[in-house]
């Protein structure tokens, strides 16, 4: 039975969905810059709880949103927006950045062998149901008008803080979101916002007689409401979204719906690169292309992040990229053993690495049930399917040529032709194939490429 760590209770649960689909929400990137190795954590973590579900048989409708206006660079109510500044730096519309990152975040997507999402819904797309969510919680008494925006007025929603655990009382103005003189309470936030005069903002609708654009939290409760519908199953995102944007989110989806927005809320931790937090100003924010230029694979990088836990903060060096790597390699190594005998699995193998798997997502004990076991061709390929490793694809059977060598060069070990076997062992190597002599004739891996 799939257990979870739900953030809103603070335990480790059951899971049980609240219907015959599990709907999932996932928070997407904001696209103004090339994605660096630690914004693919979050999603290959809930790459893996939708594989575990569908393990599990469950029936699964996930949305995962683009984040394409509106996130300013405070994470709060003041700052650039992302995309303007984006556009800024590379002398482009911000529509033109916006597609380009939209591309290279879902080309690297698929290079990470994410399980496509049900719905990938761009912000942009969603302006008047933005509108309408603002006429639903103004409605309701939830908001106010300022010089510079619409505010959710936080005092109307007393469970506001329970989610995050926050000291209202202790909140000093400014200190989690952006401060204005206008706002009624520290902790209120926008949920429309009005370009001043004189500001530059490229992307801008009309909203009551006034230029505008929507505060960034606002799109995933919209998104939410127009698609899945209140409540969902699960929410998922990083741990920086508990205290601002998934706290906002909850009052907002209370105050259009009077419902809960989320029955389970999971969230991942960072990683860090030799312990340093991923800073530009540090030089440390490796995209996968830079990875690839070192010699590792996308899927050598996701064998990392599955090597531990999604709510452990986990420190990057290319010396532990490099064991993920070797133990990926061994893996299918293995793999090429069984196309070459029938082997039989430990009993009940893949029941025990998914009975691991379904912990809380333990990636990382499953790993080592697969390290310590002898798993059939079809232990594999159930494993393949549920850590999306590429693991069966990228190792496939050797040629009948390659074949004909393996067999051949036995047959010069028996004559004790050590010249012809030693010459047909390079040839071999050349190819990436090395033979391991055994009693019964050599066994063909791939080498480490």
Request: glycine letters at 6%.
């Amino acid at each position: 039975m799939l257990r979870l760590y739900n953030t809103a209770t603070r335990k480790t649960e059951s899971f049980k969905p609240l219907g015959d689909e599990v709907k999932i929400y996932t928070c997407g990137p904001t696209v103004y810059n090339y994605p660096h190795i630690g914004n693919y954590a979050a999603y290959t973590y809930w790459d893996l709880l939708v594989r575990t579900l569908k393990a599990n048989n469950y029936r699964v409708k996930r949305v995962l949103n683009l984040t394409d206006v509106g996130h300013l660079t405070s994470d709060g109510d003041d700052g650039e927006d992302k995309l303007e500044k984006g556009a800024a730096r590379e002398g482009k519309s911000v529509y033109e950045i916006a597609d380009y990152y939209i591309n290279v975040y879902m080309d690297n997507y698929s290079k990470m062998e994410f399980l496509p999402a049900d719905i990938v819904a761009r912000a942009t797309d969603y302006i008047d149901a933005d509108m309408r969510s603002v006429d639903e919680m103004t409605s309701h008494g939830y908001t106010y008008e300022t010089t510079d925006g619409v505010y959710f007025d936080t005092s109307k929603f007393p469970e506001y803080a329970d989610f995050a655990k926050i000291d209202l009382s202790g909140l000093q103005a400014g200190a989690r979101v952006g401060f204005n003189a206008e706002k009624r309470n520290v902790s209120d936030f926008a949920v429309w916002k009005f370009i001043q005069p004189g500001e530059k903002h490229a992307m801008r609708w009309d909203y009551l007689g006034r230029p505008g654009y929507p505060g960034w939290h606002l799109e995933c409760s919209t998104i939410i409401h127009e698609i899945l519908g209140e409540p969902i199953d699960i929410h998922t995102g990083g741990v920086d979204h508990i205290p601002v944007h998934h706290t906002n989110e909850i009052a907002q989806t209370y105050a259009m719906t009077g419902k809960k927005l989320a029955k389970y809320w999971l969230h991942c931790d960072f990683i860090t690169i030799d312990r340093q937090k991923i800073s530009k100003s540090l030089g440390n924010t490796y995209t996968l292309d830079d990875l690839a230029d070192k010699g590792f694979s996308a899927m050598d990088y996701k064998m990392w992040l599955l090597s531990g836990h999604y709510q452990g903060t986990r420190n990057f060096t290319f010396d532990s990229l490099l064991a993920a790597k070797n133990r990926r390699q061994n893996w299918r190594n293995r793999i090429a053993e069984c196309y070459q005998r029938e082997m039989d699995g430990d009993d009940g193998v893949f029941e025990k690495i998914l009975d691991a798997v379904n912990n809380n997502l333990n990636s990382a004990e499953a790993f080592a049930i697969i390290d310590n076991s002898r798993l059939s061709l079809n232990d594999w390929e159930k494993v393949d399917e549920l850590f999306g490793l590429r693991l069966i694809v990228d190792t496939p059977k050797i040629s009948e040529k390659q074949y004909a060598l393996v067999k051949e060069r036995d047959v010069a070990r028996a004559a004790k032709d050590f010249a012809k076997s030693d010459k047909i062992r390079d040839e071999l190597l050349s190819q990436g194939i090395v033979i391991n002599d055994t009693p019964n004739g050599g066994v063909w891996q791939y080498s480490a490429w």
